[in-house]
């Protein structure tokens, strides 16, 4: 199975900060990879697709990108209801598998 | 509008099965494949097979082999997961979430295991 180690495990902001959260995959995945937002007792709504393109509706301020086996969710400016779980999801090769998640808090 | 409508939480017997389901209306059910995904109490998010609409061909998690198994109702554009032998590690949050791109979610039905 492709593993996926995500970091931060977790992790605190204020608003306007810049923030980066990284996966990175055992094996090639090429571009096979989406972004997750997660809001406590929501189901995952995803932010981020094929790792650098943003779904329909997603601020702009978010922004996926790649280096190497390295992918990474950058918040440009953080704002409050940025505040939620993060998870990456590779579809590459089954099984499909998540990173360990992210999770975003507000100082 | 795409939704996808899941069964209500469960309460369940260790050693007991449980099916679960879930409702789809929006789109044509039979050009999709809709995924199932488990999410236990502060964990990650674990990917547990998927199903087409359209003939019910299945693909699963090697871990969740005999463990899982996954249906299709094309008349009534649901898919269902009956989970088996269930022990405490089953209880979690269960998903459905339609196609490869997951770009549409049930809205997650707990499940607890105990007795």
């Known amino acids: 199975d492709i593993q996926m180690t995500q970091s931060p495990s977790s992790m605190s902001a204020s608003l306007g900060d810049r923030v980066t959260i990284t996966c990175q995959a055992s094996q090639d995945i090429g571009n096979n990879l989406i972004w997750f937002q997660q809001k406590p007792g929501k189901s995952p709504r995803p932010m981020i697709y094929?790792?650098?393109n943003l779904a329909n509706g997603v601020p702009s301020r978010f922004s996926g990108s790649r280096s190497g086996s390295d992918y990474s969710l950058t918040i440009s400016s953080l704002e409050s209801e940025d505040m939620a779980d993060y998870h990456c999801?590779?579809?590459?090769?089954?099984?499909?598998?998540f990173g360990s998640g992210t999770k975003l808090e507000i100082k | 509008e795409v939704q996808l409508q899941q069964s209500g939480a469960e309460l369940v017997k260790p050693g007991a099965s449980v099916k679960l389901s879930c409702k789809t209306s929006?789109?044509?059910?039979?050009?999709?494949?809709m995924s199932w995904l488990k999410q236990m109490p502060g964990q990650n998010i674990e990917w547990i097979g998927n199903?087409?609409?359209?003939?019910?061909?299945?693909g699963y998690n090697q871990k969740f082999k005999g463990k899982a198994t996954l249906t299709v109702d094309k008349s009534s554009s649901t898919a269902y997961m009956d989970l088996s032998s269930l022990t405490s590690e089953d209880s979690a949050v269960y998903f459905c979430a339609r196609g490869g791109s997951f770009d549409y979610w049930g809205q997650g039905v707990m499940v607890t295991v105990s007795s």
């Open positions: 199903i087409y609409g359209g003939n019910g061909g299945t």
């Open positions: 094929y790792a650098t």
């Open positions: 999801l590779q579809y590459k090769q089954y099984p499909l598998t």
């Open positions: 929006g789109y044509t059910f039979s050009n999709y494949y």
